[in-house]
């Protein structure tokens, strides 16, 4: 179990969360996502809409059906996410 999952409950959001912030200078598709988290494709997809919404994730169409996804760097709440993983996985480990 690592840091977050010890504070925040072990989540489908989490897990996603969790994938992008370790993964966070590579755009992915939600079958990476799935296939790196041991997640079902529909959990993903239902999780990483929030993500989206909120900005915290970007999500940019690449042909007609694919779409990929990275985190907003440009995002303040991303950096903050980001920060915080680091300094209590820093802590915690």
């Given at each position: 179990m690592d840091s977050m999952e010890k504070i925040?409950?072990?989540?489908?959001?989490?897990?996603?969360?969790?994938n992008l912030i370790e993964n966070q200078n590579e755009p992915t598709y939600l079958s990476g996502i799935a296939e790196e988290?041991?997640?079902?494709?529909?959990?993903?997809?239902?999780?990483?809409t929030p993500l989206v919404l909120s900005g915290i994730v970007q999500e940019k169409p690449l042909g007609k059906q694919i779409r990929t996804f990275q985190l907003n760097m440009d995002n303040e709440a991303t950096t903050l996410i980001i920060d915080f993983y680091s300094k209590i996985n820093q802590i915690l480990n």
């Open positions: 925040f409950g072990k989540t489908a959001q989490m897990t996603v969360l969790k988290t041991g997640l079902s494709h529909s959990s993903v997809s239902r999780v990483i």
